[in-house]
C-alpha cells in the first residue's frame, strides 16, 4: 500500500504506525540543496504556527528549576534540520541570562548547510554533519533533544536511540515529535490547501502524522530500551504533539567523564 492521502482515513486505522517503506516522506528522497533548504524553511514555519517549540521551552525551564547550572548547560540536538529549534533555544536561554553550548549534528549535509546559512554567527551555536553515534565530546553532554526526528526511524532504531540518551546525557533528554491521532491528520490536510508551502511540506505532513506515535507505542519502545516507567513522562501537547523525556535528579553536581574514556571522531566542521 503507497500512500493516498484521499483514500488513507478509510484504509488506516491508526491503532498503529505506518510502515515507512508504505509511506514514504518525499524530504528523505534525493534532492537538489535547494528543494531541502525550502523544504525546511517551511517547516520552520509550520513549527511557529503549531507553537513546536514550546513543549521542549517548557522542559527546559524544569530542568533548570529542578536543580541549579554551575555552567553553560551543554545541549545537543540530534536530526536538528534547518537548526530552529536552537535558534529558538538560544533566544530563550538569553532572555533568562542562561549560558549554554548549543550543537546541532543532522546526516543530512544539506539540512547542516541551510542551518549555518540561516545562524547568525553570534548565536555561537555548532552545527555539525554526521552521525550523532560517532560524535564524542570529551567534555560530555547535559542534554540531548529532538525533535521529528523519530517519526523517521524504525522501531528498533528509535530503541538504540533511547538506550544511547540513556547511556549520554548527564542531565536529561527530550523527544518531541508528533501524535498520531485522526483529527490533526484532518486538521494538517485542511489546513495546506490554503498555504503557499513546499509540496514536500504538504506531501510529508500527513505522512509524518501516520509514522509518528500514541502513548503505548512509547512504553513499548522504553521497555525495548530498558527504561522503567517510572524514570520517564510521557505528554501530549496541543495540537498534535506527543513527546517523552527523562530529568535526572541532581545530575549537573556530577563531574564530565574523563577525556581518555573518549575516541573523538571528527565529523565535519
Known sequence: MRFDAIRVLTLFDFSERANLDDFPEKMDQPCSYEQMRDCLHDIARVNRLTLAYQPTLHWLGLVCEAQPVPRPLRILDVGCGYGDALRRIHHW???????????????????????????????????????????????????????????????????????????????????????REPMPY?????????????????H?????????????????????????????????????????????????????LPAEVYDPVSLEG
Request: net charge neutral; hydrophobic share 45%; charged share 20%.
Open 186 to 202: 484532518r486538521l494538517f490536510r485542511t489546513l495546506v490547501r490554503f498555504t503557499p508551502w513546499h509540496p514536500f511540506v504538504k
Open 204 to 256: 510529508d505532513g500527513p505522512v509524518s502524522i501516520l509514522r509518528s506515535f500514541r502513548p503505548e507505542d512509547w512504553h513499548r519502545l522504553c521497555s525495548a530500551a530498558a527504561i522503567p516507567p517510572q524514570d520517564y513522562e510521557l505528554r501530549s501537547h496541543r495540537p498534535a504533539r506527543l513527546c517523552v523525556s527523562r530529568i535526572r535528579p541532581a545530575a549537573l553536581v556530577a563531574e564530565p
Open 93 to 179: 536561554a538569553a532572555a533568562r541570562n542562561l549560558p549554554v553550548e548549543l550543537t546541532g549534528i543532522d546526516l543530512n549535509p544539506d539540512a547542516i548547510r541551510a542551518a549555518r546559512e540561516a545562524t547568525p554567527a553570534t548565536t555561537g551555536i555548532t552545527f555539525l554533519a554526521g552521525n550523532v553515534y560517532d560524535w564524542h565530546p570529551p567534555e560530555g553532554v547535559d542534554i540531548v533533544l529532538s525533535s521529528l526526528l523519530t517519526h523517521h526511524l524504525r522501531d528498533a532504531e528509535i530503541v538504540d536511540f533511547l538506550a544511547w540518551m540513556e547511556a549520554t546525557a548527564r542531565v536529561g533528554w527530550f523527544i518531541n515529535d508528533l501524535h
